[in-house]
């Protein structure tokens, strides 16, 4: 399917400086800042400055230098953030089943306790 991207959607707000945010790390093809309702002691999101709507529309149309510098980033990041020692989980939601808030592909890096189990069985 083809993605429609929103460039109304909050963290391309964020991406054109309109809102603020706390920056964790800048290159030339990815942001990373602080997620403002922190699920965990340590919670980023990267996101790649491009139009992107979810993870399959990057990886499949971005080009290979955003891709490279976008997942780099997320090393960079887990590495900053001083969570390689005691583990991490990343997390890229999309669309409907994967209940993503914000239409713009992020990437959560989530660590600094144990996070329990990958999902929550429903009903
Ligand atoms: P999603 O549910 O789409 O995977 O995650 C969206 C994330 O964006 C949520 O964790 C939410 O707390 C975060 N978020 C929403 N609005 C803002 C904002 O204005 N600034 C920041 N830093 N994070 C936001």
């Not at 971005?62 to 020692?85: H, M, T």
């Amino acid at each position: 399917m083809a993605y429609t991207y929103d460039d109304q959607n909050i963290f391309a707000k964020i991406l054109r400086g309109e809102i603020p945010n706390a920056t964790v790390l800048e290159t030339e093809h990815t942001l990373a800042f602080r997620d403002i309702q922190p699920q965990a002691p340590i919670h980023v999101l990267v996101i790649p400055k491009g139009p992107y709507v979810c993870y399959d529309h990057f990886v499949l149309e971005a080009s290979d230098a955003e891709i490279v510098d976008f997942n780099r980033a997320v090393g960079e990041v887990v590495k900053a953030e001083g969570l390689q020692a005691g583990g991490y989980r990343i997390i890229s939601n999309a669309g409907e089943a994967g209940v993503q808030e914000v239409p713009h592909l992020h990437v959560h890096v989530l660590g600094g306790r144990v996070l329990g189990r990958m999902l929550q069985r429903a009903g």
